[in-house]
């Protein structure tokens, strides 16, 4: 006789092996990234109300964050392919793993995406060659020299669209940490399903 099992005993069957919990590694760099875009997002909504001596080191700091961040974000991602991370619980609605799993790659997308536009548009900055930038104030870090040496139009032509991307896709990312945020305190008090214990050593 010809045994029929459903998906769902398949898909249990299937991550039995599956860890419960991100690695260390994985939380560290999670919780590391998590806290400089909050800091980011602080230092870019703050910079157009300091006081004018304020507002260099505020947004070489938030380069400085940012280009932490893709470096950070790359290293994630390689551990990942690495590593296996823990699946959703199978009591979640099949919508709702698909929706978790496409947030988190447009979450990558945007922690790649954000950084480099800024890159992009501060490499497309008039005055870049004048002012060098150094990570921190410490360490030297490169513009982007092809962009750089552009035509002078050209180039102030591309520093304002590079910083129209970057608002946006800074907006994407608010509209997404939002939803990952409200998405782990939902199945943490209201679905008491919690996901953030995957994530906390």
Same mark, same amino acid.
């Given at each position: 006789?010809?045994?029929?099992?459903? *998906?769902?005993?398949?898909?249990?069957?299937?991550? @039995?092996?599956?860890?419960?919990?991100?690695?260390?590694?994985?939380?560290?760099?999670?919780?590391?990234?998590?806290? +400089?875009?909050?800091?980011?997002? @602080? +230092?870019? +909504?703050?910079?157009?109300? +300091?006081?004018?001596?304020?507002?260099?080191?505020?947004?070489?700091?938030?380069?400085?964050?940012?280009?932490?961040?893709?470096?950070? &974000?790359?290293?994630?991602?390689?551990?990942?392919?690495?590593?296996? *991370? *823990?699946?959703?619980?199978?009591?979640?609605?099949?919508?709702?793993?698909?929706? &978790?799993? &496409?947030? =988190?790659?447009?979450?990558?997308?945007?922690?790649?995406? !954000?950084?480099?536009?800024?890159?992009?548009?501060?490499?497309?900055?008039?005055?870049?060659?004048?002012?060098?930038?150094?990570?921190?104030?410490?360490?030297?870090? *490169?513009?982007?020299?092809?962009?750089?040496?552009?035509?002078?139009?050209?180039?102030?032509? /591309?520093?304002?669209?590079?910083? @129209?991307?970057?608002?946006? /896709?800074?907006?994407? /990312?608010? &509209? !997404?940490?939002?939803? =990952?945020?409200?998405?782990?305190?939902? =199945?943490?008090?209201?679905?008491?399903?919690?996901?953030?214990?995957?994530?906390?050593?």
């Amino acid at each position: 006789m010809i045994s029929q099992t459903s *998906p769902e005993l398949s898909a249990q069957h299937l991550d @039995a092996d599956a860890p419960s919990r991100y690695t260390r590694t994985a939380m560290a760099l999670h919780w590391i990234i998590a806290v +400089l875009i909050l800091c980011n997002v @602080a +230092l870019g +909504l703050s910079a157009d109300w +300091l006081p004018d001596d304020w507002v260099r080191p505020v947004i070489d700091t938030h380069k400085s964050i940012g280009i932490t961040v893709l470096g950070l &974000a790359l290293l994630r991602i390689l551990w990942r392919i690495r590593h296996r *991370p *823990p699946a959703l619980p199978l009591s979640f609605p099949r919508w709702e793993r698909g929706a &978790a799993h &496409a947030a =988190h790659i447009l979450l990558y997308v945007l922690m790649i995406g !954000l950084p480099l536009s800024g890159w992009l548009h501060d490499s497309a900055w008039k005055d870049a060659a004048t002012h060098p930038m150094h990570l921190f104030n410490l360490v030297p870090w *490169p513009r982007i020299g092809y962009i750089m040496h552009l035509d002078p139009v050209l180039k102030e032509t /591309l520093h304002d669209r590079f910083g @129209a991307l970057h608002v946006w /896709l800074g907006y994407g /990312l608010y &509209a !997404l940490l939002a939803l =990952h945020i409200g998405g782990a305190l939902k =199945h943490q008090w209201i679905d008491r399903h919690s996901v953030l214990k995957r994530m906390v050593p």
